[in-house]
């Protein structure tokens, strides 16, 4: 869909794969100034890769890429 994304620093990889795909803004609190000065960069127009948006989505949460990931998990545990 290409939708902008808000999160706030610190949670997992989010920033990462948000900065890497230029996929929306990360703040740094998770407060209503942050987050109201966000939508108000989203509202103006800030421009995102709407494409990148999409293939971070993909990339980082479909659902093959969680099945892999439980399948690998499962495979290194049954080989312990």
Same mark, same amino acid.
């Given at each position: 869909?290409? %939708?902008? !994304? %808000?999160t706030?620093?610190?949670?997992g /990889? #989010?920033?990462?794969? %948000?900065? =890497?795909?230029?996929?929306?803004? #990360?703040?740094?609190?998770?407060? &209503?100034? &942050? ?6 960069? %989203?509202a103006?127009? +800030?421009?995102? /890769? =709407?494409?990148?948006i =999409?293939?971070?989505?993909i990339?980082f949460y479909? !659902? /093959?890429k969680? #099945? &892999? +990931?439980? @399948?690998? @998990?499962y495979?290194?545990? !049954? +080989?312990?």
């Amino acid at each position: 869909m290409g %939708i902008p !994304l %808000i999160t706030n620093s610190g949670v997992g /990889d #989010v920033e990462n794969i %948000i900065n =890497r795909y230029n996929s929306g803004i #990360v703040i740094p609190e998770f407060n &209503e100034q &942050e987050f109201e000065a966000a939508t108000v960069q %989203i509202a103006a127009g +800030k421009i995102f /890769d =709407r494409a990148g948006i =999409r293939n971070g989505a993909i990339d980082f949460y479909s !659902l /093959d890429k969680a #099945v &892999e +990931k439980y @399948i690998g @998990i499962y495979n290194s545990i !049954l +080989k312990q």
